[in-house]
């Protein structure tokens, strides 16, 4: 549809093009009638028809155009993916069940602390996971350090400790 209209469009331009080249061929003409006394040898002609000639060149160029977008022009289509809207409105539940393959590649301990990230809805303090999974804060850091490596998950400094998060 809008190549169609650019292609009118184009064809009022030629056409408003057109009356200016009469008009001013027409006024050339008379300015040359009185001016030249050599007659229809004066070099002036010439240059009034070379620029008539190249000016309907144009206008012609134009008016081709025009009607090729009219007739043949395609319109491009844009295409855009779109996420369904429900996941959209309401984000990706965070059970075990969804990161069961995950979790088999992993040790028992790995297992046991990424599971209470999981349980704790995707973000815990680095001090509950020590007090959940009653392992020393050594081991725990050293557990999340591996998960963090993976790209698991991240944490975030809070006041004197750190926030635990699941990145999905």
Request: aromatic residues 8%; glycine residues 8%.
């Amino acid at each position: 549809m809008r190549n169609r209209i650019v292609g009118l469009m184009m064809i009022g331009v030629a056409a408003l093009m057109g009356f200016i080249i009469y008009s001013f061929n027409v006024a050339l003409t008379d300015i040359v009638n009185t001016s030249c006394s050599h007659g229809p040898s004066c070099p002036m002609w010439g240059t009034i028809e070379f620029q008539t000639n190249m000016s309907i060149a144009i206008v012609v160029f134009v008016v081709i155009i025009g009607i090729y977008l009219i007739f043949f022009g395609r319109e491009e289509r844009v295409v855009t993916k779109f996420r369904k809207v429900k996941e959209q409105i309401e984000p990706r539940r965070i059970n075990r069940g969804n990161y069961r393959k995950i979790m088999g590649d992993m040790g028992s301990e790995e297992r046991l602390v990424f599971g209470k990230i999981v349980d704790s809805n995707g973000a815990i303090y680095q001090s509950d996971l020590v007090s959940q999974s009653a392992m020393s804060k050594v081991k725990v850091t050293r557990i999340l350090d591996r998960l963090e490596g993976r790209g698991l998950i991240e944490r975030k400094r809070r006041g004197m400790t750190n926030v635990v998060i699941l990145k999905r």
